[in-house]
């Protein structure tokens, strides 16, 4: 089932071909691959890619059914705070206030939009407030919906989508999660 409007599933830009599913793999980790060697230990290293692996994989679940599902989703955001925690208890704080607020700023957006966005949506983004820390978490979020803004209004401007098609939403988290690793500052990258 390829989604109505989704980032990795749509026509005329589908990736959903093998050779463009590796694209997007390779790429996902020569990101992370340089984020990990931009890490100041192992230690964090390690932490950085298993948590970032987890986002991915639940983006392009998402991506190819519109679905976050639960059994990843709340796994991994145990994960990522208790790993954040073997940091130390700034860090572990740090990743735990992230994933609160993702999740109520996230919350809101999904309760005011009256079931536009799944709860899911919600769910990974504590996993990626989690991921990327209190501090980058408003940035993440703003590149988010800037994301989401942009490849909605190209789908409607081209006539490819209507207003009424779903989108999937986490991979643009999972996005947002990687350019704010590279671009601002928190407890893990």
């Known amino acids: 089932m390829t989604p109505p409007l989704a ?13 463009a599913q590796l694209a997007v793999a390779a790429a996902s980790l020569v ?17 950085a890619a298993g948590v970032l692996g987890v986002i991915w994989v639940i983006c392009v679940y998402d991506a190819r059914t519109l679905l976050a599902p ?46 536009r966005m799944g709860m899911g949506d919600v769910k990974m983004a504590a996993l990626c407030g989690a991921a990327v820390g209190v501090r980058a978490v408003m940035p993440m979020l703003v590149v988010t919906f800037l994301l989401g803004g942009l490849i909605a209004a190209v789908a409607l401007g081209s006539g490819r989508r209507s207003r009424s098609d779903s989108m999937a939403f986490t991979p643009l988290l999972g996005i947002a999660v990687l350019v704010t690793a590279i671009v601002w500052q928190s407890y893990l990258f």
């Open 7 to 19: 980032l990795t599933a749509t026509r005329g830009w589908d990736i959903t071909g093998k050779a």
């Open 31 to 47: 990101v992370i691959a340089a984020l990990c060697f931009r890490s100041d230990s192992m230690h964090e290293a390690l932490i």
């Open 70 to 115: 639960n059994r990843f989703v709340y796994p991994g955001i145990v994960f990522a705070i208790g790993a954040a925690f073997t940091l130390g208890p700034g860090a572990g704080l740090e990743a735990l206030a992230g994933g609160v607020v993702a999740f109520i700023v996230m919350l809101v957006v999904a309760l005011a939009g009256r079931g």
